[in-house]
């Protein structure tokens, strides 16, 4: 099992930034990929980015440019660094990793945009 904990979530207005940070726990050997996650509040979750086992990125194309996705080498924390913030970032951003063919979700945490 892992565990995983998300947070640095808040408001913020538009234009600012946030750092997101997600604690691994547990059976932490064996993970593979770490993603961040979103859902705003009427939409299907989104994947926001990703990280690999050997440090390539992925990113939404809504936060490209804008957000980076990072990792410590024991892969125990992912962070999210988001700039430039917009309202439409508004959702609740998870933490997701995947370890031997099963994904792990943290409880989530909220990021408000305001205008």
């Known amino acids: 099992q892992v565990q995983l904990v998300e947070s640095g979530g808040g408001l913020v207005q538009a234009g600012g930034s946030l750092t997101l940070s997600c604690a691994a726990s547990g059976s932490i050997r064996s993970i593979n990929a770490m993603s961040w996650y979103r859902q705003a509040p009427g939409k299907q979750r989104e994947l926001v980015a990703g990280i690999t086992s050997g440090g390539s990125t992925n990113y939404a194309d809504s936060v490209k440019g804008r957000f980076t996705i990072s990792r410590d080498n024991a892969k125990t924390m992912v962070y999210l660094q988001m700039n430039s913030l917009k309202p439409e970032d508004t959702a609740v951003y998870y933490c997701?990793?995947?370890?031997?063919?099963?994904?792990?979700w943290g409880q989530g945490t909220q990021v408000t945009v305001s205008s």
């Open positions: 997701a990793v995947s370890r031997v063919g099963r994904d792990y």
